[in-house]
């Protein structure tokens, strides 16, 4: 569970919060990359502040698409990132 914010715009959510829920993150990763093949997607990352995180982001979508390729599951290996950034 995370915890409810009196405002969470300015707070902790998005890729802020995927390093300490990581195995959420990577769940929902192969969840998009496994839809990937059956038709056109893209990823993108809000909240994004740092190269940090894009890096991190980047790593983990890696080894997503290495889980996915050990198991033989189908998925675009050319699916885009993108990311939105925080100002």
């Known amino acids: 569970n995370i915890p409810?914010?009196?405002n969470p715009f300015l707070g902790y959510?998005?890729?802020?919060?995927?390093e300490e829920y990581a195995s959420l993150?990577?769940?929902q990763l192969r969840s998009i990359l496994r839809a990937s093949a059956h038709g056109s997607l893209k990823i993108m990352i809000p909240m994004i502040s740092s190269m940090e995180e894009i890096?991190?982001?980047k790593e983990k979508?890696?080894?997503a698409k290495q889980q996915l390729r050990n198991e033989h599951i189908p998925f675009d290996e050319k699916i885009q990132l993108g990311i939105m950034l925080e100002v």
């Open 13 to 18: 959510r998005a890729v802020r919060i995927y």
């Open 61 to 63: 979508l890696a080894e």
């Open 25 to 27: 993150f990577t769940t």
């Open 4 to 6: 409810a914010e009196a």
């Open 55 to 57: 890096l991190w982001v």
